[in-house]
């Protein structure tokens, strides 16, 4: 059973508009929420985090939204870069005891 | 520079072999992990160490094993018991213990059972 979904696969997107990648929870536990870029052939970088007790992170051109009623989760990136091209992955924690990852979502950015 | 090394970066092995996956860090941090990532999933949790000489099964820890003797490495193995092992294997590690610290990764490993 999935307990962090991303139900978009991939997503496109043009160069400067922005780009919204979403994630939904199951488990009303979790209270920490990551999200992790990756490009092709290297490992996951943090990108982003937020805690339960916030509803917004921003930091540059990233900012994260939570919307805990609908266990709801989206990363905003304004504006979107190709540089930006990549998988991203939320991942969500609850007490810091085990972090489950969602499937990723694939962005591209097009000139 | 500091990083997390896996290596090697392709491997290939005949069904019925054990086969060790590395894991080297000089970030000096405590706690090491090992991720499974298979096609359409996320990222799963198959052991973890949070200091040296003592690991933790995580959710898919069945037909693997580590081992923790020092601090900068946590080698996986993964034996023959392990009915589907052909994946991409990432390695990261965590200053502290805790999950919600930032995790670094590994490039990955990408294991292939001819």
């Known amino acids: 059973d999935q307990q962090v979904k991303q139900n978009s696969p991939s997503l496109s997107v043009q160069e400067g508009r922005i780009s919204i990648l979403n994630c939904d929870y199951t488990?009303?536990?979790?209270?920490?929420f990551l999200w992790y870029k990756k490009y092709p052939a290297e490992g996951p970088t943090f990108l982003i985090s937020i805690s339960s007790i916030k509803d917004k992170n921003e930091d540059g051109r990233f900012t994260v939204f939570l919307n805990k009623s609908a266990k709801h989760l989206s990363l905003h990136i304004v504006p979107s870069q190709p540089g930006d091209s990549a998988v991203y992955f939320c991942?969500?924690?609850?007490?810091?005891?085990?972090?489950?990852f969602g499937t990723g979502t694939r962005l591209q950015v097009f000139p | 520079d500091g990083g997390i090394t896996q290596s090697p970066k392709y491997l290939f092995r005949k069904e019925g072999q054990n086969v060790t996956l590395s894991c080297e860090q000089n970030l000096n941090h405590d706690a090491m992990y090992w991720y499974r990532q298979d096609p359409g999933q996320g990222l799963r949790l198959i052991y973890y160490?949070?200091?040296?000489?003592?690991?933790q099964k995580g959710d898919i820890a069945e037909g693997y094993s580590v081992s923790r003797e020092k601090k900068e490495s946590f080698p996986l193995t993964v034996t023959s018991a392990q009915k589907n092992p052909t994946a991409f294997y990432l390695c990261?590690?965590?200053?502290?213990?805790?999950?919600?610290?930032?995790?670094?990764f590994g490039p990955g490993t990408r294991l292939t059972v001819l």
């Open positions: 990261a590690s965590t200053k502290g213990g805790r999950y919600t610290d930032t995790q670094y």
């Open positions: 991942a969500a924690s609850p007490n810091t005891d085990k972090l489950i």
């Open positions: 160490s949070q200091i040296v000489n003592d690991f």
């Open positions: 488990n009303s536990m979790f209270d920490y």
